[in-house]
């Protein structure tokens, strides 16, 4: 028996090491104990967890999954991956037997990872320390349900590029000083202050955005569950805010804008690491890691987020809008917000299954121009479309679509390089170098913009129109 110890639980490098190590020995997994360096006195010889002498290539996909599965909370998960990835290495279909109980337990534990990291992402609060250097500080307490920090962090660093800040976890903490991300031991909540200017933005942030016509009370608990309450200075208002819901549905329109977060309000430029492009993107997902270093142009300074394309790598059709939008931007995904409505709508009656289509932008970042607490659209510029398209043209390259279908005309200038009216391709079907078909048709939110209500719906049926033609095409 061999027997490895892990001393960090939850640290994906320190298992692939290992992992790496024990498959160049063909170690069989039920020749392998695991443990952490926490467990008390070993039985066998203590094998080191770094040993990657001759490295066994792990199949990609399975390795990007490890890397959160890792932080899944359970004793079993080193042991049970390597069990995974020594199969893999045997067995190439492996991960498409949907039916195997190895297979099984690692979609749902990914699941569950990704979940939380979305929880997480949207539930840390941070306090005000104070301010030193002309740089303010900032802390926050979270207790995520896995061990999720360190996937979590980057999106952080992100987003509160200006400012110092530690998110503290029980089981670790990450600091961004300096312009520097490190990590630590876990911590208490004690450590971090208690309410002060920056919970009464997002109570104020919070009440701004209350949809008191949308209130679901079941799916508000799913979405933002009671273990997170205690946390989140906000959730003292939603007993109030309800109580005052119906009075406000009247005199509300469902607000498209919101604001950022507390702290990116100066509307910061950042430095960002030069990104290294063609030859390292292999995948999607790696395009995706990519873009989001792009500092192709300035839209990159402003936006919380770039958006990727969304969707699976084998479909038929690509539908192309503009950019991203206020919550594509909060989101970090294509068409979540009220455009993405009116296109989800649109495209059930067109007989089109979103989760089948790859969705995406000629423009990666959302511009806007800041407008007190909003952040009002604005269209991108002929040249912001062309420099991007050498992102739209990569997915293109990974997807391969039979059909691109672009909404509006920042779309079709994103995909042909060309400036057209829609009025003057519409109805057709045209065909790009390399024969992929292309259908020009409006962007939903041009349905949103109509004060007539008429031309609204004559304008809806011709846009299921040109999606249906589109699902025939494809089909
Ligand atoms: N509008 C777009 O063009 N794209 C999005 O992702 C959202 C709104």
Redesign the pocket.
Known sequence: MREVVLQAPGDFAEWRAAARGLLAGGVAPEDVSWRGGDEGASLFGIESAAAPVGAVALPRELLEIAERVICYRDAEVPARLYRIVWRALRDRQLLARTTDADVDWLRKADKAIRRDVHKMHAFVRFRRLGEAAGRESFAAWFEPTHRILRLTAPFFQRRFYGMDWAILTPDARAIWHDEALTYGPGGTKDEVPGSDIVEDQWRTYYGAIFNPARVKIDAMRAEMPKKYWRNLPEAQDIAPLLAGAEARVERMREAAVSLANPRSDKWRSRVQDQQTLTDEIETLAELGQALDRCTRCPLSCNATQA?AGEGPAAARIMLV?????DR?DLEGK??V?P??QVLNDVLNEAGLDRRRLFLT?AVKHFKFEPRGKRRLHQNPTTAEIDICRWWLDKERAFVQPELIVT??ASALRGVTGKSASIGSMRGQVHELAGGTKLIATI?P?FLLRLPDRERAANERAMFVADLARARELAA
């Open positions: 958006v809008g503009e950019q991203p939008g594509e294509p068409f917000g455009a993405g932008n909404l509006g962007h939110s």
